[in-house]
């Protein structure tokens, strides 16, 4: 018998990346193929003195692998196939940035640069649309149904890149299965919410996707401005004008998770914090009150929501009044949330009636970690969902009765293609950090764009005098945070890149973009009578943080070394979980106190909305 030939660990793993890649659709292996294996080498390039380039690479690979679809029990079933996946940078085009992030000097844009336009990163009308479900019915075949769908979704992409090219398109979703989770939500839904983050709502906004709700299925669409706590009132109260005038059949409703007061914004020092958040936090979110308002006025009588009111005014008391356990209220209240498997029959097709037996179906969709599920747990008072600073952290979607006539359903996370600068999609938290092939000419965008250095104290590193370069920036904040290569003991500049970005994100660096015309007309934003009503709403209020240690709300942290290291792992899924260990304090000292989270004053910019 002849001798077994010696076979590597990297040969096996190159054997099974050349098997996965054959396994793959023919349109992705034709773009891909050129560089996907040249991708864990570069990385590995790229990385060599990183400590953890290893355990990386396969995770960057995962990421743009179009996964082949089995159904479940059958053999080869993969349950990731919900993963984010987009088109990948070549591995000269990565070089190509690296270069420049270590040689250019950052220069500081001007204010009006952050103002982005809608018109100029959408395109409406164009081919930048989102892929849309083929016309279907129950007498198909399963089979017909799904090639009829992945027919038109190669045309879909095919289109897209005959009219762009790649370095101009976004990052979008590439992953047909995740558009199915749509599809699935949009038919069962009578309205539609759409979630964005308030420091980059255009970015977030698919006037495609509002066309095609308002107008193709005649349902409405309610724009959630979501994590008002950070961004200035200013800039809430413009961004809801802007998007009411440019899409007038939009309801716009401001939401928070977290409240917090516009001074901590101000102050320098909170980068070097981390707010944790604890247990009772979802019972305060701002902004369950006006999306209730938007449905009345949607649904207009059509539905019975006195049960959604009376939860709200039950939570808000329960709230009021610590020495009740918020727990035990819902319970007694037969408050507990259904989650509901749905069946494909039970679907229905686009055209089914409004508001099925009585029952208001409301489909949260947006792009990654905007705070959907956030927003779910916060209208139900309670965490049901699990929420990460992971995007793409919900696969698959999900069904939750609120109370017996309002069902809510978590999309998973959808990357609608644009042409925004990949770099602010970045900063928006649409990629897992750990995955990203090149993260420092996001680095030298924010830096541009916020005062990075400053904000987090940092010193020229050994070498540089003449002005920061995003690779310097990495050096510095790696020798301040200690972040060395395990190899070489060298500062580990990529560790820390991943770091900045995650702070970013987080919102302890934050960036915000501005509607057009913003930074001349900034003074009377400031002085709007909007503005200046919600200012006064919080100052009355009073800090969050005065009771923090009644409610539990949130606490803030100093970040440690070992601290951050917890964090940098992409395993940071369901953040909740370390404060669900905490115990809460107890409440009893400040219980009379008015605290932020009593009412929304964003609830003043509108009667029926905001
Ligand atoms: N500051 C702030 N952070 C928030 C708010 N809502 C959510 N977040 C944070 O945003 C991150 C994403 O929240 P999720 O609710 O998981 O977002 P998602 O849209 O469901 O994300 P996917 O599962 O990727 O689709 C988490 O780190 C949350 O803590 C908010 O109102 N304010």
Redesign the pocket.
């Known amino acids: 018998m002849p001798r077994k030939k010696p076979f590597s660990a990297k040969q096996k793993k190159r054997q099974l990346q050349d098997k996965r890649e054959r396994k793959r659709g023919p349109l992705e292996a034709g773009r891909s193929e050129s560089n996907s294996r040249s991708e864990s080498r570069e990385r590995g390039e790229e990385n060599t003195d990183t400590s953890d380039s290893e355990s990386i690479r396969p995770q960057v690979r995962r990421i743009n692998q179009q996964p082949h679809i089995v159904r479940p029990g059958e053999k080869g079933y993969d349950p990731n196939r919900y993963r984010?996946h987009f088109d990948r940078d070549s591995k000269e085009e990565i070089e190509r940035r690296k270069k420049i992030a270590q040689e250019k000097i950052l220069e500081p844009v001007t204010e009006a640069e952050l103002e982005v336009d809608i018109e100029k990163i959408y395109r409406p009308g164009s081919v930048l649309d989102f892929p849309k479900r083929p016309a279907w019915g129950y007498e198909m075949s399963k089979e017909a149904v799904l090639s009829q769908e992945e027919k038109a979704f190669r045309e879909y992409l095919q289109k897209i890149y005959e009219n762009h090219s790649p370095r101009e398109l976004s990052y979008f979703d590439h992953n047909l299965e995740t558009w199915r989770q749509l599809w699935r939500v949009l038919e069962m839904s009578d309205v539609i919410l759409l979630?964005t983050?308030i420091r980059h709502p255009v970015l977030h906004f698919s006037p495609a996707l509002y066309d095609y709700v308002t107008k193709d299925l005649g349902r409405s669409l309610i724009l959630v401005l979501?994590?008002?706590?950070?961004c200035p009132p200013s800039l809430v109260v413009a961004w809801k004008h802007y998007f009411q005038t440019k899409f007038p059949e939009v309801h716009v409703v401001c939401?928070?998770?977290?409240?917090?007061h516009p001074e901590d914004e101000q102050d320098p020092s909170s980068v070097f914090k981390k707010?944790r958040?604890r247990r009772r936090v979802w019972s305060s979110?701002?902004g369950p009150n006006q999306l209730l308002r938007a449905c009345e006025v949607i649904t207009a009588g059509k539905v019975d929501l006195t049960s959604w009111r009376r939860k709200i005014e039950r939570d808000s008391a329960a709230l009021c009044n610590p020495a009740n356990d918020r727990a035990e209220s819902i319970v007694d209240s037969g408050d507990a949330v259904l989650s509901q498997q749905i069946s494909e029959a039970e679907l229905g097709t686009p055209s089914r009636e409004l508001y099925k037996d009585g029952v208001l179906s409301i489909g949260?969709v947006?792009?990654?970690?905007?705070?959907?599920?956030?927003?779910?747990?916060?209208l139900v008072g309670r965490k049901i969902?699990?929420?990460?600073?992971?995007?793409?952290?919900?696969?698959y979607f999900q069904t939750y009765f609120l109370t017996p006539t309002v069902r809510l359903c978590?999309?998973?996370?959808?990357i609608f293609p644009s042409l925004v600068d990949k770099q602010q999609q970045l900063l928006a938290?649409i990629y897992p950090i750990a995955q990203i092939q090149e993260p420092y000419t996001s680095v030298g965008y924010l830096s541009c764009r916020i005062a990075v250095p400053q904000l987090l104290k940092l010193s020229y590193p050994n070498g540089v005098k003449n002005g920061w370069t995003a690779w310097a920036i990495c050096e510095a904040w790696a020798d301040k945070r200690g972040y060395k290569t395990a190899k070489a003991a060298r500062s580990d500049t990529y560790r820390a890149a991943n770091s900045i970005l995650r702070l970013a994100?987080?919102?302890r660096l934050c960036m915000c973009m501005r509607p057009p015309g913003y930074t001349q007309q900034k003074e009377s934003w400031e002085q709007h009578p909007e503005t200046l009503e919600i200012v006064a709403h919080i100052q009355a209020q009073g800090h969050p943080n005065d009771d923090l240690s009644s409610g539990g709300e949130e606490e803030e942290e100093e970040i440690s070394s070992s601290g951050e290291e917890t964090e940098e792992r992409d395993h940071?899924a369901d953040?909740?979980e370390d404060a669900e260990e905490t115990p809460t304090p107890s409440h009893s000292k400040k219980a009379g106190k008015p605290k932020m989270s009593d009412s929304n004053p964003f609830a003043l910019l509108g009667e029926d909305e905001c």
């Open positions: 984010l979630i983050d979501n994590k008002t706590d950070l939401f928070t998770s977290y409240p917090r707010r958040k979110a701002l949260c947006g792009f990654p970690n905007v705070g959907k599920s956030s927003i779910i747990n916060g969902v699990s929420v990460s600073r992971t995007p793409g952290h919900t696969k978590d999309c998973p996370g959808l938290g994100v987080d919102g940071d953040e909740e």
